[in-house]
């Protein structure tokens, strides 16, 4: 049997149970909010400071493009340890209180919907009725600080983990970046370097998917098994042994999602960046603006809390299949053989 009818079902599982929570999806969307503004006032310190040092006129930064602006900060910021550190002393501690914030949340999240999906029932079985998606919402506050409580310091340590692995990854890769760039003169060499250059961008991304995937798997089972890091891992470890094409259907089908939802809101930014220069007409521009940043930022949470939840959905039924899982029948998803098919 291929792939395809086997996701069907937790993919339209996972849907269901997120909209039927979705409070999560507002609460990530704000945190997320909260995290890039507060990571973005060290930054804008820094380029004020860079203003100054330049005599207070900011025109030339702002008009030049990003390559330049990080240049002529990272300049202005070494020419000035005192700055360079307090500098990287504010943007360290916005990063780590926003990573703690950051881990709060998404324990209650995943707490709320691991508990949505436990006892949601055969809710992707047709027919489909709002009296039927109501009763797999979950959401209280009780419950969502609760899971937060719960798993804050074991998604803390995660997360530090997680934060190690970008820094690495991020150093080997712009490593590699630089030297393409630095590369020896000639024809030959520099398609060459850029090749690699070309090869190794799209190797890093796969690379931060998987380890975004492995993340996500293991913030799943420590919410629904309840263990530690270790555990969590191994338990990952055995669930992608047992159903890997189920996994990277899910995988594959949320990322042409992803893709899908990037090019129309490009396209939609781009309609609206049209009207702004006819007169009166353009007045509604900025609140059609923000209308379709939170469409946007809604979106992307939703389609990624609908990932969480196939997957829970088809961690439980492999959890099912082992043995592994004490959860009652009524309580249970119902697939077709235990399995899903």
Known sequence: MSAAPRIRPVLKRGALVTAANWQVVAIQFAAEVSFQVLLAVPVAGGALLVGAAAGGDLGPLLGGDLWLVIVTTG?????????????????AL???????????????????????ERLAGPVERPPLRLSTVSRAGRFGIDRFLDGAARLSRRYLALGLVLLAVYGVSGALYLALVVRAYNAPAGAGALIGWT???AVGTVGFLCWITVVNLVYL?????????DCTLRTATARVAAFLRACPREVAGVVGVVLALVVLATIASVVAAAGVGLIAFVPFVGLIVLPLQVAAWLVRGFLFQYIGLTALGAYLAQYRTYRRQAGLDSTRPAEAATFPEG???
């Open 75 to 91: 300049e202005a910021l070494t020419a000035t340890p005192a700055a360079l550190a307090a500098f990287l002393g504010a943007f």
């Open 94 to 116: 916005v990063l780590v209180g926003g990573s703690l914030l950051m881990c709060l949340i998404k324990g209650g999240t995943v707490a709320v919907l691991a508990e949505a």
């Open 195 to 197: 090749l690699a250059a």
């Open 217 to 225: 798997l293991i913030q799943m089972a420590m919410a629904v098994d």
């Open 339 to 341: 399995r899903i098919a």
